[in-house]
């Protein structure tokens, strides 16, 4: 059984939702990564969603747009990346770790290249924002093989028809992309939200994060009560930018912390 659907069985059994705090690996630089994940972990992360910078994240807003420049000015590359997945698992065995990111730097490695080394590295699953189902199979069969889970992602616009084909792809978890736009791009609708959760319930057992929108502890609490994760991007990411270097870790540990008080909250 992977660490991913460990995670969420353990919660299940204990009436709790996940935390999936994102940050870009690199990000203030590369020396502070491993740090926060720890640091976030410490203080209540279930899974931890590591963004490969990349010099044109489409899907991303102008905060984690950011966070990968900052990232690349320190030569992060994709191996660089599964060098710190690998530095945290000396001291993490349990919690999961997904990378998200987009295919040109896969592509430029090789799959199963990156395969191996991902699942060398420690590395449970891949969300590859630019690899939609129809056109990654052959990619999503190496992860398989490696015993990694492919994430995919569902918006508000996708079909009927389409969510059957993208849930029949994905392993690990749906991630429910709460908003149209880019991260951190408006408020939520929390009842549009609900009822696009319960629809994609119909097609599929396995757990749904929703992202996207989550900026507090009131929306995270919301969002808690809708999805089976609650995946929080910019939110964090804006933490780190704000922060210094000497407080960075401390103060997204605390924000970590606030999230999952609220989401605990009865």
Known sequence: MSRIRNVFAALKQ?????????????DP??????PLMHAMVKSGANLIELGVPFSDPMADGPV?????????????????VLGMVAEFRKQDAETPVVLMGYANPI??????????????SGV??????DYPPEECAEFVSVLKRHG????????????????QRVVDAASGFIYYVSLRGVTGAANLDVADVASKVAAIRQHTALPIGVGFGVRDAATAKAISEIGDAVVVGSRTVQEVENSSENDVVANVGKLIAELRSAIDAK
């Not at 204990?14 to 870009?24: C, D, E, Q």
């Open 148 to 163: 990694i889970d492919t994430i995919f992602l569902l918006s508000p616009t996708t079909e009927p028809a389409r969510v």
């Open 64 to 80: 984690i747009q950011r966070a990968s420049e900052r990232a690349l000015a320190h030569h992060v590359t994709l191996r660089k």
């Open 29 to 34: 630089n590369p020396e502070k990564t491993v």
């Open 107 to 120: 592509e430029a490695m090789g799959y199963e290249q990156f395969a191996t080394m991902a699942a060398t």
């Open 14 to 26: 204990s009436g709790r939702k996940a935390l999936i705090p994102f940050v870009t690996a690199g």
């Open 124 to 129: 449970d699953g891949v969300l590859t924002v």
